[in-house]
Nanobody
Framework: VQLVESGGGSVQAGDSLRLSCAVS????????VGWLRQAPGAEREFVAG????????LYTDSVKGRFTISRDNAKNTVYLQMNSLKPEDTAIYYC????????????????WGQGTQVTVSS
């Protein structure tokens, strides 16, 4: 199983970024892909998740209305569109997957990408 993130960078507050996660090797069509992040000195936290079949989504409260998770079935890619970025969104963003449950608990995700840095300056 491989998850490869791309699209991170350094932006100003109020700017937008789109992260991409290329997914390969998952055997179950019922899997869930999530975006989680970890800021310096903080625990890893859930940001958004999507169920591959059906497209049900879940967001943490702090990003609702600003971030949108989506997937492209043909490209096996999950996106995180991040608008109105804030300095507190600064973190390493990870793409992760599990084959069972759309969950906000980082420990429930079995497969992880290497992460991509997002830095938002004020």
């Amino acid at each position: 199983v491989q998850l490869v993130e791309s699209g991170g960078g350094s932006v100003q507050a109020g700017d937008s970024l789109r992260l991409s996660c290329a997914v390969s090797g998952l055997l179950s069509s019922s899997y869930v892909v999530g975006w989680l992040r970890q800021a310096p000195g903080a625990e890893r936290e859930f940001v958004a998740g999507i169920r591959w079949i059906g497209g049900r989504t879940l967001y943490t409260d702090s990003v609702k209305g600003r971030f949108t998770i989506s997937r492209d079935n043909a490209k096996n890619t999950v996106y995180l569109q991040m608008n109105s970025l804030k300095p507190e969104d600064t973190a390493i963003y990870y793409c992760a997957a599990n084959g069972v449950i759309l969950t906000t608990t980082p420990g429930d995700y079995d497969y992880w990408g290497q992460g991509t840095q997002v830095t938002v300056s004020s």
